[in-house]
């Protein structure tokens, strides 16, 4: 049979295209997705930026993403200073509108400006708790300790410190950010 075109089409000929989303979607997953569903997303709680493991990893959930400010580096490395822990412990989840909080738009270069500044309150805020922990733990006054490599240790006289994951365990911070 000879077919011309018009009538070919005209038959009701269909072409059925998919795929499917399945590896992509598991690529997008974060370390930390899944951990726990509740995890709040109020700008004004600590517990909305971070999560520390058992093994001492910290987890930063930052509502602002990188656009070429530096906004990967420079957030962990600010969190890393307040936290007293390397920047290598640290994982990053960016714009993550399920896990992030709303930390409003990411424009020009205000991404660290002001995203920073948040993260940077919250574990000064999360810092304070932790040595607040770390003296009862202790029995030390807060001014005889600091925050170092992920410890809460004694200041000068040495003697062992005591991990961060051991003072928080499975708690949450449940502290509002102190500006």
């Given at each position: 049979?000879?077919?011309?075109?018009?009538?070919?089409l005209?038959?009701?000929?269909?072409?059925?295209?998919?795929?499917?989303?399945?590896?992509v979607?598991?690529?997008?997953?974060?370390?930390?997705a899944?951990?726990?569903?509740?995890?709040?997303?109020?700008?004004?709680e600590v517990?909305?930026?971070?999560?520390v493991?058992?093994?001492?990893?910290?987890?930063?959930?930052?509502?602002?993403?990188d656009?070429?400010?530096?906004?990967?580096?420079?957030?962990?490395q600010?969190a890393?200073?307040?936290l007293?822990?390397?920047?290598?412990?640290?994982?990053?989840?960016?714009?993550d509108?399920?896990?992030?909080?709303?930390?409003?738009?990411t424009?020009?270069?205000?991404?660290?400006?002001?995203?920073?500044?948040?993260?940077?309150?919250?574990?000064?805020?999360?810092?304070?708790a932790?040595?607040?922990?770390?003296?009862?733990?202790?029995?030390?006054?807060?001014?005889?300790?600091?925050?170092?490599?992920?410890?809460v240790?004694?200041k000068?006289?040495?003697?062992?410190?005591?991990?961060?994951?051991?003072?928080l365990?499975?708690?949450?911070?449940?502290?509002?950010?102190?500006a």
């Amino acid at each position: 049979m000879n077919f011309e075109r018009r009538e070919f089409l005209k038959t009701g000929v269909s072409l059925v295209v998919s795929f499917s989303l399945n590896r992509v979607a598991e690529a997008q997953q974060s370390p930390a997705a899944g951990a726990d569903p509740g995890q709040p997303l109020d700008p004004n709680e600590v517990d909305s930026f971070f999560v520390v493991a058992r093994d001492g990893r910290v987890t930063i959930f930052c509502g602002k993403v990188d656009l070429g400010q530096g906004l990967r580096i420079a957030i962990p490395q600010m969190a890393a200073e307040e936290l007293g822990c390397r920047v290598e412990s640290i994982t990053l989840v960016e714009g993550d509108t399920a896990l992030t909080p709303d930390q409003g738009p990411t424009a020009g270069s205000t991404g660290v400006m002001r995203g920073g500044v948040q993260i940077r309150q919250a574990a000064a805020t999360a810092r304070q708790a932790l040595l607040g922990l770390g003296a009862e733990r202790l029995a030390r006054p807060l001014a005889e300790l600091e925050l170092v490599e992920g410890e809460v240790r004694i200041k000068s006289g040495g003697g062992a410190g005591v991990p961060v994951s051991e003072l928080l365990g499975t708690r949450k911070f449940r502290l509002k950010v102190d500006a």
